[in-house]
C-alpha cells in the first residue's frame, strides 16, 4: 500500500508563488513515474505535470515555462514549484504515482 500526502497549497495573488510537496509511504518500488493533476472547479482532471525515474519531465502546454515538476529520490517526495500564478492555476491539485493518489491541495490564485 502506497499513501501520498500533499501539502504546500494556499491562496496567493496573481504572479506569486507556490511549491507543492507530496510525501510517499509504502511501496513505492517500482513505481518510476510521478505526476501531478488539478481539477479546477467545474472542469475535468487535467494533467499538469509528470517526472520519469530518469528525470524526463513533460508539462501542460498552459503551465510550461512556469511551474517546474521535480523529485528527492531518497525522501520519497516529488514537488511542484509554481510561478507566475494565474487566477486559471486555481483548483486541487493531486499527486499520482500508478493508481495511488493523494487527497489533493487547494491552491487559489487571486486575479
Known amino acids: 500500500q502506497v499513501q501520498l500526502v500533499e501539502s504546500g497549497g494556499g491562496l496567493v495573488q496573481a504572479g506569486g508563488s507556490l511549491r507543492l510537496s507530496c510525501a510517499a509511504s509504502?511501496?513505492?518500488?517500482?513505481?518510476?513515474?510521478r505526476a501531478w493533476y488539478r481539477r479546477a472547479p467545474g472542469k475535468q482532471l487535467e494533467l499538469v505535470a509528470i517526472?520519469?525515474?530518469?528525470?524526463?519531465?513533460h508539462y501542460a502546454d498552459s503551465v510550461k515555462g512556469r511551474f517546474t515538476v521535480s523529485r528527492d529520490n531518497a525522501k520519497n517526495t516529488v514537488y511542484l514549484q509554481m510561478n507566475s500564478l494565474k487566477a486559471e492555476d486555481t483548483g486541487v491539485y493531486y499527486c499520482?504515482?500508478?493508481?495511488?493518489w493523494g487527497q489533493g491541495t487547494q491552491v487559489t490564485v487571486s486575479s
Open positions: 499520482n504515482f500508478n493508481e495511488y
Open positions: 509504502g511501496s513505492i518500488f517500482g513505481i518510476n513515474t
Open positions: 517526472i520519469t525515474s530518469a528525470g524526463t519531465t
